[in-house]
T-cell receptor
Framework: QKEVEQDPGPLSVPEGAIVSLNCTYS??????FMWYRQYSRKGPELLMY????GNKEDGRFTAQVDKSSKYISLFIRDSQPSDSATYLC???????????FGKGNQVVVIP | SAVISQKPSRDICQRGTSLTIQCQVD?????MFWYRQQPGQSLTLIATANQGSEATYESGFVIDKFPISRPNLTFSTLTVSNMSPEDSSIYLC????????????FGDGTRLSIL
């Protein structure tokens, strides 16, 4: 079993729709959870960062963490063509432990 | 966050040659990392660049193939040595600004193609 599982998609949605992305993981020691957005020919850009379980909202973006199910989600409301990118989940146990990444989920928002 | 600059942004190289990638950060950072990103794959950590000491390599990566330098708290280089077509990939530098658990921030990467 891979440490982090993320369905690579791609996912196409019409403009204005809600985008729902998720990752599952196997390591119960993970406490820090991140979502990165990566545009074509660019590096990953930190989008959301959460610690432990719960929800975090930032504008149109909501990150959810369910540690009991080892499942994290990212929701994008009122999606825009500028949201078209690859979204990577990442997580860490903290300290000097390395980040574990999903494969990334390509999202296309159609105008 | 920090501004992370990588050079070159892309290159096309002949097999058997070596290329050095530079990573410059606009502030002093504790931790710097080098990753490889291949199509359809997760980001793979190559090594942690330690200031003033040898880099710490992940399983499957060796110093002879990927020598790393980190002369100070704002700069690091990764060399890809004796390149083969299998080394064609995106190489990314990242930094962690503070202590454990903090997220990493990435440069825009170096897109490397080996002919």
């Amino acid at each position: 079993q891979k440490e982090v599982e993320q369905d690579p998609g791609p996912l196409s949605v019409p403009e204005g729709a809600i985008v729902s992305l998720n990752c599952t993981y196997s390591n119960s020691a993970f406490q820090y959870f991140m979502w990165y957005r990566q545009y074509s020919r660019k590096g990953p850009e930190l989008l959301m960062y959460t610690y432990s379980s719960g929800n975090k909202e930032d504008g149109r973006f909501t990150a959810q963490v369910d540690k009991s199910s080892k499942y994290i989600s990212l929701f994008i409301r009122d999606s825009q063509p500028s949201d078209s990118a690859t979204y990577l989940c990442a997580m860490s146990a903290g300290g000097n432990n390395r980040l574990a990444f999903g494969k990334g989920n390509q999202v296309v928002v159609i105008p | 966050s920090a501004v992370i600059s990588q050079k070159p942004s892309r290159d096309i190289c002949q097999r058997g040659t070596s290329l050095t990638i530079q990573c410059q950060v606009d502030s002093q950072v504790t931790m710097m990392f080098w990753y490889r990103q291949q199509p359809g794959q997760s980001l793979t950590l190559i090594a942690t660049a330690n200031q003033g000491s040898e880099a710490t390599y992940e399983s499957g990566f060796v110093i002879d193939k990927f020598p790393i330098s980190r002369p100070n708290l704002t700069f690091s280089t990764l060399t890809v040595s004796n390149m083969s077509p299998e080394d064609s990939s995106i190489y990314l530098c990242s930094v962690r600004l503070q202590g454990g658990g903090q997220p990493q921030h990435f440069g825009d990467g170096t897109r490397l193609s080996i002919l």
